[in-house]
């Protein structure tokens, strides 16, 4: 079903699926014999969810060959590697975030991210973790049945990202006059343009200078390329469809012509330093998606940026 204004979801269904898909490639590249990530929560979580696609690829039950379209270049095969490279890519920018003295830490949109789980953090840290009420409640008993604990002073907010967040987020212990470490994975294209534009002007509005950003943008594409990029993934999830696992990727994002991530930041005082997907994939030594792939994140950019006021 296509996206609507108000719309809300699961970590089954529309949106949220791709969480649970995210969290699945996670698990694999958790299990491989030299692992660029660690996340032993991504496939408990995975089957948690319940759906028995994702869950048979996370546990290896379901090969990616077996349900990949040989005739085209966006495969499941490469999300593992592209997963590690950016996972890695976050779980190193907050590290830094935090040798540099910051002490609370936001993620948007977090799904089933397990770092206020899995990572170590200072002992006077506090994570923001912002989700739709059902996806962090979800999450939240999981964990909590799984025996996990928070590494940190974890701290939900459970709101949609296209309410009001900014004041849910300062109700919930944010101090935008210290600095603040902010993520964005995996999200700008799950909103529409214009609200990737506000999403920005609230992140600048909260934080201090100090303050860093990272974030995932796709670079902007052609019409042409964007149809070639929506019959690949259709015939893709044609695929899918075979086993069980009715998705549309149609359904989940919202196209529409946006601003440059890096331009507009840099128009609200951010300086930014951006690393294309094939470059973290060369640097932790993993092969992912072709580069010159119209569907896959190999030409996505992760952008660090550092706010001065």
């Avoid at 970590?11 to 969290?23: E, F, P, R, Y």
């Avoid at 004041?167 to 902010?182: E, I, K």
């Avoid at 052609?222 to 690949?232: H, I, N, V, Y």
């Amino acid at each position: 079903m296509p996206r609507t204004e108000n719309d809300t979801w699961d970590l089954a269904t529309s949106v949220g699926a791709t969480a649970t898909m995210v969290a699945a490639a996670r698990a694999i590249a958790s299990n491989t014999d030299d692992p660029v990530i660690n996340d032993p929560f991504a496939e408990p979580l995975v089957r948690a969810v319940g759906v028995d696609f994702l869950t048979r690829w996370a546990t290896g039950d379901l090969a990616a060959a077996d349900i990949d379209d040989e005739d085209s270049s966006w495969k499941l095969e490469h999300m593992p590697a592209a997963m590690a490279a950016r996972t890695r890519f976050f779980d190193s920018f907050f590290h830094d975030a935090t040798q540099a003295g910051i002490r609370q830490a936001v993620i948007l949109a977090s799904g089933l991210d397990a770092r206020a789980y899995r990572l170590s953090w200072p002992d006077d840290m506090a994570v923001f973790e912002i989700d739709q009420p059902e996806v962090i409640a979800f999450k939240t008993a999981a964990l909590a049945e799984l025996g996990a604990a928070p590494t940190v002073d974890r701290r939900t907010v459970a709101i949609d990202l296209r309410q009001d967040w900014p004041a849910a987020l300062r109700q919930a212990g944010l101090d935008p006059t210290r600095p603040t470490a902010w993520i964005a994975e995996g999200l700008l294209g799950y909103l529409p343009p214009e609200a990737q534009d506000l999403l920005m002007d609230n992140i600048t509005a909260l934080s201090a200078a100090g303050s860093r950003l990272a974030v995932e943008a796709m670079p902007s594409r052609p019409e042409r390329d964007l149809e070639e990029a929506r019959e690949m993934m259709r015939r893709s999830t044609a695929k899918w469809r075979e086993h069980g696992f009715e998705f549309d990727w149609e359904d989940v994002g919202f196209e529409g012509e946006r601003k440059d991530v890096a331009d507009y930041l840099d128009g609200l005082g951010w300086r930014s330093i951006g690393t294309p997907m094939s470059q973290l994939l060369s640097d932790n030594g993993l092969q992912g998606p072709p580069a010159d792939d119209s569907v896959s994140m190999a030409d996505t950019i992760y952008y660090t940026s550092a706010l001065d006021k």
